[in-house]
């Protein structure tokens, strides 16, 4: 699938996987460090690469989050005694726009958030110190996944203590239960220290209309995407069809009972999902290094607001409703699995390509600007990051390297830019397109190395009398 940012997460791995073998290129340039909030993901990838290789691995960890969040749903609706088959209906946002920007350290921690909203029900419910103890280590995982998933898992947590019965008890066992994860998350803060990311962006809130913007957040790439559109019409066609059985079902019941009765079985579910909503309308879109965190709590807001949805209660009419709920899964898992089999057509080709360069050499790698992905409203250059493959499978230094950001769980020891002029490096490879035929002629590479499908690669020539194209000669540009 066009998860974007997958082969630098793969590359991390393979870094961490092949430390101190000087076969992968430089080994002293690059550092391990574990006391870092986004670590989870890799740590299980790492215990895994061993029997399935850095990419499967990954791919196996990623796999289990996405499956992870209708579980989760699943515990978060028995928590709060609503009819559990609605878990169905998170498979429609199991791969949002998160997913296909590739966060891969935020999707790790989606199901962990909903998990804690479960957990934390449960502690106002019973105040039992197991939950109290559980809710812990949970939000601790939580934090070791993801510095802002951690912070949405709080603000979740909290709201969803504030709707409880007992509102004072619960925030005081809720606030015992988060007191490690807080302590922990200073101690990260201090060591880290006031050092800025090397590509810092400005806090960016966008126009207020780019909050409307929640269908392509939650089902997908984008809303020009037939497939964001065909399942967000499925949802929309189960929830209506839902309010008019519950309807048809609570008719002679005066407006005041039926409000009493909502506020008895659901309202403590109010907070948490109009917390989540509110952060969707007012958190930033970009924030220091941080891309897309509105996108980010869509989904979360999705499945929080599952539980306050009228639903009928007769068993015919609940099994009807299943049997929607499921078709709007499969539709939601089979669609995408059609955008993932055309985006593989589409990048067919490059395993071979870097199978066949020189290992631990430094690459630069350079696709063209609104690359074909086999993706409709795909809004990015879906193939950005695929050069970072070369560092996964042979080792060696990119151009562009997610290594260069400080909380990685591999670190460059000596911080440099993530645009490098193209004469610093060995190799030259490039996806090629109507608009990115060939080479310039007038700085002529080296020999071609490789090519398949889409993809070129190049030796850099680095005669002085006739030196190696910058960036703004290369044919992509």
């Known amino acids: 699938m066009p998860f974007v940012d997958l082969p630098q997460h793969v590359a991390l791995l393979s870094r961490w996987t092949h430390a101190g073998d000087p076969a992968w290129g430089v080994p002293e340039q690059f550092r391990v460090q574990l006391n870092t909030p986004y670590v989870l993901g890799y740590a299980v990838a790492f215990v895994l690469a061993p029997i399935f290789g850095e990419e499967r691995a990954l791919r196996l960890v990623l796999l289990a989050a996405l499956l992870g969040l209708p579980a989760a749903t699943y515990l978060l609706l028995r928590a709060y005694r609503r009819p559990p088959e609605l878990c169905l209906a998170a498979f429609a946002v199991v791969l949002p726009w998160a997913v296909y920007m590739g966060f891969f350290s935020f999707v790790v921690g989606l199901p962990i958030i909903i998990v804690a909203v479960a957990l934390t029900r449960n502690v106002a419910i019973h105040g039992r110190r197991r939950d109290v103890v559980a809710l812990a280590i949970v939000m601790v995982l939580l934090l070791a996944a993801h510095a802002f998933a951690f912070l949405l898992g709080v603000g979740a947590v909290a709201l969803a203590a504030l709707g409880s019965p007992r509102r004072r008890e619960s925030l005081v066992r809720v606030m015992a239960a988060l007191l490690p994860g807080v302590i922990l998350t200073a101690i990260w803060l201090a060591m880290r220290g006031p050092a800025s990311p090397p590509e810092p962006r400005a806090l960016v809130f966008g126009p207020p209309t780019r909050r409307l913007d929640v269908v392509m957040a939650m089902f997908g790439s984008g809303n020009a995407d037939p497939r964001v559109v065909l399942v967000a019409l499925a949802v929309a066609i189960v929830v209506i069809v839902a309010v008019a059985l519950a309807y048809r079902e609570d008719r002679g019941v005066d407006l005041r009972t039926h409000a009493r009765h909502w506020l008895r079985s659901r309202g403590a579910a109010v907070l948490p999902f109009a917390g989540a909503a509110f952060a969707c309308a007012v958190v930033p879109e970009t924030a220091f290094d941080v891309y897309g965190l509105w996108q980010r709590v869509a989904p979360v807001a999705f499945v929080l607001g599952l539980g306050l949805l009228p639903w009928p209660g007769g068993a015919s009419a609940r099994r009807a ?157």
Request: glycine content about 8%; proline content about 10%.
């Open 321 to 477: 409703m299943a049997v929607g709920l499921t078709v709007v899964a499969l539709l939601a898992t089979s669609t995408a699995l059609w955008q993932i089999l055309a985006f593989a057509d589409t990048a067919a080709g490059l395993d071979k390509v870097v199978a066949a360069l020189p290992a631990g050499r430094r690459l630069y790698y350079e696709a063209p600007p609104n690359a074909a992905t086999g993706v409709a409203g795909l809004q990015v250059i879906a193939f950005r990051h695929m050069g970072a493959y070369y560092v996964a499978q042979r080792g060696g230094s990119l151009n562009y390297d997610f290594a260069q950001f400080p909380f990685q769980v591999v670190v460059a020891v000596t911080p440099g830019t993530f645009r490098e002029p193209m004469g610093a490096f060995d190799l030259y490879l490039f996806r090629a397109s109507p608009s990115c035929p060939a080479p310039p002629a007038n700085r002529p590479l080296g020999k071609e190395l490789a090519s398949q499908g889409g993809w070129r690669a190049f030796e850099v020539a680095h005669d002085p009398a006739r030196p190696g194209p910058t960036a703004a000669d290369l044919p992509c540009n």
